[in-house]
């Protein structure tokens, strides 16, 4: 198998695995007050960058150069990474941290490449620029110029379907403050 069928089949099982993953995380969890704050606040900051991201990008049509994407190419995966280290911390255990990181370094470097390369097929030109001005994924503090008259489109939210990701945190996070509330 080449490298390119590789990267595809780990991008399409990574929410599969995902789902794993999550109850081994959560049977580890021993949620406390200090660490599921934490944990709370670092998921709302991955929620937000991924509602950010999910309100400029038009997959596969144009490429994203606006909004987080000025900052980062990859904001979307940003965002998953701080939700996941944000449920991790919120587990209040070093094994729920482990057992993300775990997943997250199987995953998404891959997957990150993966994109890399579609953006390369589909974009060509415009992705080269990108490239060498924006990296892969921490932020720069120097955005990608402004694209003229792009801005958060709340239809795009919605048909990129970033509701689930807030509806699937909400669970989470419900079954973490259950866990820590009622102690099972």
């Not at 929620?47 to 904001?75: C, D, M």
């Not at 255990?93 to 993966?114: K, Q, R, S």
Request: with cysteine; glycine share 8%; charged share 20%.
């Amino acid at each position: 198998m080449d490298r390119d069928k590789i990267f595809k089949t780990i991008h399409r099982w990574r929410v599969r695995a995902g789902l794993v993953f999550l109850p081994a995380l959560l049977l580890f969890a021993r949620p406390r007050p200090v660490p599921a704050a934490v944990g709370l606040a670092v998921c709302a900051l991955g929620l937000t960058i991924r509602a950010w991201a999910a309100g400029h990008i038009k997959k596969e049509k144009q490429l994203a150069v606006s909004g987080p994407y000025r900052f980062t190419r990859n904001p979307l995966y940003l965002g998953n990474f701080l939700l996941g280290l944000g449920v991790g911390i919120g587990t209040g255990t070093w094994i729920g941290i482990l057992i993300f990181a775990v997943y997250f370094l199987a995953f998404y470097p891959p997957v990150i490449l993966e994109e890399r390369d579609r953006m390369t097929r589909l974009f060509p030109e415009a992705y080269a620029d990108y490239r060498k001005k924006v990296p892969i994924f921490l932020p720069t503090l120097r955005p990608y110029p402004a694209a003229p008259g792009a801005r958060f489109s709340p239809a795009q939210y919605r048909k990129n379907h970033e509701q689930r990701a807030l509806i699937g945190t909400a669970i989470i996070w419900a079954i973490l403050m259950a866990r820590m509330i009622f102690g099972f």
